[in-house]
């Protein structure tokens, strides 16, 4: 079997552009450009790297992207008030928080603060609990950016076996109970493993499934003999090793050869995150203006 890979760079491109011919014409006809706000507090490498890409894909999509950086020892009630600002401001459509926040800040109650209409994270209860009812909501990026990433690459989901590995509230609890609802990108059969999961059952469950998406954060997670021939694979896994090289969850060069399609890290899950969140806020800008 011939495995092809996933390309999340690729996808995410297609869909940036798209959007950027949408905003060219709304500009176009006098409008503002869609603007999205982002929150980054304190210092946290991996964060000024996503806060980057998500800044630079502001600007390929034909965004305003501006990032407020606060210092680490802000207090939430600051926090807080800030958030509140933004919620007020009708010049910003998304707003996100950039996850984690320092420790001493409850990380629910700004995730909670943050206006529903502009959480493009997807994050906030009400928009949780929209998407988890199959209504319209601004969906969990990472977990929608997996989604898009199927419908692009025309990845059959319907009546499939689906396993999770994983059960965080951003990535595989969203994406379990999406590809399993009746949407256009769901209808699977899904089950939700975590680190509870008695490692036979795990085993189990992952050697009959036609699709596996791992998020747990150990490299090499899942290997070779976890997995049936011609298997999907999605890696959301981003593992940084001692020698500085990013690697997910799979022991790609083992498992990659028995699966149909798998996901690349760096180059996949990651890229489509990023395109999610530009989808949302366009949602967002065309909500304030009602537009189709
Ligand atoms: P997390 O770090 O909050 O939690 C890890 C999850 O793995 C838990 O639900 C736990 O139950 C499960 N787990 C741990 N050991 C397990 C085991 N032995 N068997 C089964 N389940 C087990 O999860 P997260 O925030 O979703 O992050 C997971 C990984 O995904 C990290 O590497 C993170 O950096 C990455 N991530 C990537 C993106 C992206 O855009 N590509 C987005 C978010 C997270």
């Avoid at 999509?61 to 207090?75: D, H, K, S, T």
């Avoid at 529903?116 to 209860?125: A, Q, S, T, V």
């Avoid at 976890?226 to 690697?247: C, S, T």
């Amino acid at each position: 079997m011939q495995m092809k890979l996933l390309d999340g760079k690729k996808c995410a491109e297609h869909l940036v552009a798209d959007i950027s011919l949408k905003v060219a014409g709304y500009v176009a006809s006098g409008l503002r450009k869609p603007h999205m706000t982002i929150i980054l507090v304190g210092k946290h490498a991996p964060s000024e790297s996503y806060v980057k890409s998500k800044i630079v894909s502001c600007e390929k999509a034909g965004f305003e992207g501006n990032l407020i950086r606060l210092p680490e020892e802000i207090n939430e009630a600051e926090l807080l008030e800030r958030i509140h600002g933004i919620n007020n401001d009708q010049t910003t459509d998304g707003l996100i928080v950039q996850l984690p926040v320092p420790k001493h800040i409850d990380q629910q109650n700004i995730i909670n603060a943050i206006a529903p209409e502009k959480d493009i994270d997807g994050f906030h209860p009400t928009n949780f609990g929209r998407m988890t009812l199959g209504q319209k909501a601004f969906r969990p990026a990472t977990a929608y950016g997996i989604c898009k990433l199927l419908q692009f690459y025309e990845i059959p989901i319907k009546g499939k076996h689906c396993v999770v590995i994983g059960r965080s509230n951003i990535v595989g609890k969203p994406i379990s109970i999406m590809l399993s609802n009746d949407f256009d990108i769901g209808n699977a059969t899904v089950t939700l493993t975590h680190i509870e999961t008695p490692r036979e059952l795990l085993l189990d469950e992952t050697r009959r499934a036609d699709i596996v998406i791992v998020a747990v954060g150990i490299p090499g997670f899942v290997t070779e003999d976890m997995v049936k021939p011609g298997v999907v694979l999605i890696d959301v896994g981003i593992n940084r090793l001692e020698n500085g090289k990013l690697v997910g969850d799979v022991d790609f060069e083992n498992v990659a050869p028995k699966c149909s399609w798998i996901t690349p890290v760096p180059g996949g899950v990651g890229r489509m995150t990023v395109a999610a969140l530009m989808i949302n806020t366009l949602m967002a800008y065309q909500n304030n203006f009602n537009l189709a």
